[in-house]
């Protein structure tokens, strides 16, 4: 077994270093990490009343959320800090947040 470590390709971030961009009105989103073929990590933090412009769709992959703090909807019920969902390709749902949260998002597929 190997016993070097190594680093290379290694990527941290700390979400409140970097800026974040207004992608809907009260939804912010900060950019941790993009890989190929559009895999990506984020952070999105929902103001309180915030909500996604229509249906967000997963057509092409799946999206994986980390609800960090606060209370995260998706348009079926409400989810509290430490609960993940996992949306397969070819789901739908319709994020919102009546008192705020922050999400960690990931796209493992692009």
């Known amino acids: 077994m190997n016993e070097e470590l190594n680093f290379a390709g290694a990527v941290v971030a700390d ?3 970097i800026d974040a961009t207004e992608c809907a009105e ?4 900060r950019v941790l990490w993009e890989g190929e073929n559009g895999k990506r990590a984020l952070v ?4 309180a009343g915030a909500v996604f412009p229509g249906v967000d769709v997963h057509e092409e992959a799946p999206e994986q959320v980390f609800v960090i703090s606060g209370v995260f909807n998706d348009g ?4 509290h800090a430490g ?6 390709k070819g789901t739908s749902h ?17």
Not at 76 to 79: I, T
Request: charged share 25%; net charge negative.
């Open 83 to 88: 609960s993940f969902l996992h949306f397969p």
């Open 94 to 110: 319709a994020p919102k947040s009546e008192s705020g949260c922050v999400l960690l998002v990931l796209y493992p597929e692009g």
């Open 15 to 17: 979400w409140n270093n």
């Open 76 to 79: 079926r019920e409400d989810f």
């Open 44 to 47: 999105y933090e929902f103001k």
């Open 26 to 29: 009260g939804i912010t989103e």
